[in-house]
């Protein structure tokens, strides 16, 4: 069945730093693929989405590229900000007779410190 | 902004007893989706809805949840009996029904401890 992977958490980094987050799948078809993040307290937001293979999805200065050939959605941001601590999970879509249901990975804690 | 609404935020029960959870999608969203999120993992989808007909519940214990959408709005989610292992947030989700790919929005959940 399908499965996604994340990079194992938490994350702890000072402010201004590079954040990437492992993301890996398995699926049988062609996947969409997003980023879900959760603040403390709230629902998941979408943050981003890829629909095809070599796409790039980004928002809020974070961006994801869809890499089939490595089955990877790799999360990535170049300067981190207190306000990005939370919990972000990647997650996957496909047709058939799934009818759209997300599968997602563990997700991944992030914390931005000062 | 049109928000999907779940009551109660919190809710306390022993085991053995029934617990209902409520979700009203945003205005116009075909689809609504239960997950079960336990602390420290990913969301798992319990039901699908289609409108008023379920189009999955694989994953719902069905010996003892429940799941209904009577007119193809607003939607309950029921546990009886609650068992210590049911403790966890339960999210709704919902999305147009033509956007099978496309963005789920999700409500803030309802945190369910089972003593």
């Known amino acids: 069945g399908d499965s996604v992977t994340q990079m194992e958490g938490p994350v702890t980094l000072s402010e201004e730093a590079f954040l990437t987050i492992n993301c890996t799948y398995t699926a049988t078809g062609y996947p969409s693929l997003f980023w879900y993040v959760q603040y403390p307290g709230e629902g998941l937001q979408l943050l981003l989405k890829a629909t095809k293979a070599d796409d790039k999805g980004s928002n809020k200065g974070f961006e994801a590229t869809y890499r089939k050939e490595t089955t990877s959605f790799h999360l990535e941001k170049g300067s981190v900000q207190v306000s990005d601590s939370a919990v972000y999970f990647c997650a996957l879509s496909t047709g058939g007779t799934s009818y759209g249901k997300l599968t997602f990975g563990q997700g991944t804690i992030l914390t931005v410190h000062p | 902004e049109a928000e999907v609404a779940q009551s109660p935020r919190y809710k306390i029960t022993e085991k053995s007893q029934a617990v209902a959870f409520w979700c009203d999608p945003i205005?116009?969203?075909?689809?609504l989706y239960w997950y079960r999120q336990i602390l420290g993992q990913g969301p798992e989808l319990l039901v699908q809805?289609?409108?008023?007909?379920?189009?999955?519940d694989s994953q719902l214990p069905k010996d003892r949840f429940s799941a209904e959408r009577l007119k193809g709005v607003d939607s309950t989610l029921k546990i009886q009996p609650a068992e210590l292992g049911d403790s966890a947030m339960y999210l709704c989700?919902?999305?147009?029904?033509?956007?099978?790919?496309?963005?789920?929005?999700f409500g803030p959940g309802t945190r369910l401890t089972v003593l």
């Open positions: 989700a919902s999305s147009f029904k033509e956007r099978v790919y496309g963005e789920q929005f």
């Open positions: 205005s116009g969203h075909a689809t």
């Open positions: 809805f289609q409108d008023e007909s379920v189009v999955d």
